[in-house]
């Protein structure tokens, strides 16, 4: 088909990344908010098939529901309108999801190294998933693989785990007015549960069976059960027990072969009953302790009642484990065992082998009989055009209340439904519908209508404090937050480059789309006066130090004497680096203290002479030879 270049005047197509079955995804650009984004395109072959859209279109809502870090986003919908000269134009809806830039689990598998620690953490991401989106009543039909990524960072480091394409395989199984038959199987071979195999509903327990499939193949290098064909591959989930991974990994320990050996229970009611129990016994199995889990019962081979054929549609298989549509694998009569009691599969009987392999050649002839017959109604089921039926165009919506809204479309003639999401319109009003307005829909039509809850709330992290700028941005980015520049600060206790805190503060409640401003931290600090802080001498480096670390633990002081006989002893008379000077946060800093001069040495006193007067009337003494 001709993909348009720009579809709904923002999102400009790129490079095909994938095709399905009904469904061609492409890498795309939001030229809005300047991001990549994968679109999921409704397969032009397909779209006229009125059911099938709208069972790709309860898809996207359901999915679009789903809110979770292991799940992969949906952001929009929408339809394209496809001229067709030769034939009516056909509406093509599309998903605009979360683009992942990352490995797929099978191309991780396949490069023979991961860990069994990895697999171990990426089955709980898988199971996280699982455990949420069960828990909204989505199941998702089609684990493998194929369909989990692990995102890889700007480093080429592995990282979350992404879960793609939940409804896909419901959505394509529900499309059975296309099909020759009424009972279809939908999924992967390799990672089909029993009753999938046997064409029974499915419920939670069939996807944790899957997962523990997936699981088994990171561990063991293979899946639980391989074969010729799809078929084979089948009957084997239904009919034969897993081996112990550890056959084909001796490092594993006994828990995991245990737990495995749990997970694969044919009886769905004796597997795991809910994804977080099986995460549970999973994580202690991957300490090696053993899991408790409930007792299973003494396995019953099953073997099929030829008697009640059960019609199917031919496989093609083409040598990968993709998705399809198969045949019931056993009729959908009863089963049993062949002489009502359990046989050992180890033990089976010569004529048991060859009744096996008759009914297994009966099976393969009356599927290409089918494939034959059912490829020629199929074609003209398909090419057949259905009688014309006069269409009705969707209003627009957008701006009306809930119940004028609603109002409207039942006067026309179709079925509103209402879903409630986050916007930045009022509360109560109408934001959008899907189809969207204009499209041209059959009376009774099923239109979809979403309805403001006012914004988002979401909470500024508490540990952003010393984290990096993009490590912060990338956070606050993904909870809807819009960041400003940055604010740099001096900060004592952050070093450099590092967040500091935030504006709005850490921990604050806000609407989705705040603007946020970081402060990050200069790594510089800013010396105060350390002059007089305290009257007590022998207190003065105590407080001195004290003083600098409240600026910041990094800064070092050393003390230092000078003789001072104006200030008081101990006394700080002088700091190396002025206050009010900005340092490096590891600076160090020479405080100077005073110290008292040494007490001035006495002068000595002279010795009084005799009294002047007694000198005087003294007459000198003669020399000798006077007279």
């Not at 960072?153 to 959505?171: C, N, P, S, W, Y």
């Not at 484990?321 to 046989?343: C, I, N, Y």
Request: charged share 20%; aromatic share 4%.
């Amino acid at each position: 088909m001709n993909v348009p270049r720009v579809l709904n005047d923002r999102y400009e197509i790129g490079e095909l990344l994938g095709r399905g079955g009904m469904a061609d995804v492409y890498k795309a650009q939001d030229l809005r908010l300047g991001r990549a984004v994968a679109i999921k395109l409704l397969r032009a072959d397909v779209a006229r098939d009125s059911q099938l859209q709208a069972r790709f279109r309860r898809e996207a809502q359901a999915v679009a529901g789903l809110n979770h870090p292991s799940i992969v986003a949906v952001y929009d919908t929408g339809e394209h309108v496809m001229d067709d000269q030769l034939r009516d134009s056909a509406h093509l809806p599309y998903i605009v999801m979360e683009y992942v830039h990352g490995k797929t689990l099978r191309e991780l598998i396949r490069s023979k190294d991961m860990s069994t620690d990895q697999a171990i953490e990426y089955t709980l991401g898988v199971l996280s998933a699982l455990d949420y989106s069960h828990r909204a009543g989505i199941v998702h039909r089609d684990i493998k693989p194929a369909n989990v990524m692990v995102t890889l960072d700007e480093h080429g480091v592995l990282g979350q785990v992404k879960v793609m394409d939940f409804g896909i395989a419901r959505t394509i199984s529900d499309a059975a007015a296309t099909m020759t038959q009424t009972q279809t199987v939908m999924g992967t071979a390799q990672y089909l549960s029993p009753e999938q195999a046997l064409g029974e509903s499915v419920d939670a327990r069939s996807d944790l069976y899957s997962a523990a499939c997936l699981l088994f193949e990171m561990l063991a290098g293979r899946p639980p059960f391989t074969g010729d064909s799809p078929v084979s591959v089948a009957y084997q989930h239904v009919r034969e027990q897993p081996p112990a991974p550890s056959t084909f990994n001796s490092e594993l320990s006994p828990a995991l072969d245990a737990l495995l050996k749990h997970a694969l229970e044919k009886d769905r009611g004796q597997r795991f009953q809910n994804a977080a129990s099986f995460r549970r016994a999973l994580r202690a199995a991957g300490t090696g302790v053993m899991p408790t889990l409930a007792a299973a019962p003494v396995p019953v081979p099953l073997v099929a009642v030829p008697e009640t054929p059960t019609d199917a549609i031919p496989v093609t298989d083409d040598g990968g484990p993709s998705t399809r549509a198969m045949a019931k694998v056993l009729a959908g009569g009863a089963l049993t065992t062949v002489d009502g009691e359990p046989e050992d599969l180890g033990a089976v009987q010569p004529a048991q082998k060859r009744r096996r392999r008759a009914w297994m050649v009966s099976l393969f002839v009356l599927l290409a009989l089918i494939l034959g017959g059912g490829g020629v109604l199929g074609y003209n089921l398909i090419n057949s055009k259905p009688p014309a039926v006069q269409q009705i165009s969707v209003p627009a919506l957008s701006g009306l209340s809930v119940d004028m809204a609603m109002s409207q479309l039942r006067d026309l003639g179709m079925v509103p439904h209402s879903t409630e999401e986050f916007s930045a319109e009022p509360k109560g009003q109408v934001i959008r519908s899907f189809p969207q307005a204009g499209a041209s829909v059959d009376p009774g039509a099923e239109v979809e209508v979403f309805i403001s809850k006012g914004p988002s709330e979401v909470q500024i992290p508490r540990d952003i404090a010393g984290r990096t700028d993009g490590e912060v941005r990338s956070i606050l980015t993904g909870l809807g937050l819009v960041l400003n520049l940055n604010d740099m600060v001096n900060d004592g206790q952050i070093g450099a480059n590092l967040v500091v805190t935030s504006d709005p503060a850490p921990g604050e409640t806000v609407p989705a789309g705040t603007a946020v401003t970081l402060k990050i931290s200069t790594g510089r600090v800013q010396i105060p006066s350390l002059f007089d802080l305290t009257k007590d001498p022998a207190g003065v480096q105590e407080t001195v130090t004290a003083a600098l670390k409240k600026v910041s633990p990094f800064l070092e002081v050393t003390f230092e004497e000078a003789e001072n006989s104006v200030v008081t002893p101990g006394m700080v008379t002088n700091q190396s680096i002025s206050a009010g000077t900005l340092v490096e946060q590891h600076t160090s800093i020479v405080v100077t203290l005073a110290k008292a001069p040494p007490s001035p040495q006495p002068t000595a006193t002279p010795t009084p002479s005799a009294d002047p007067t007694e000198e005087a009337t003294t007459p000198p003494k003669k020399s000798r030879g006077q007279d």
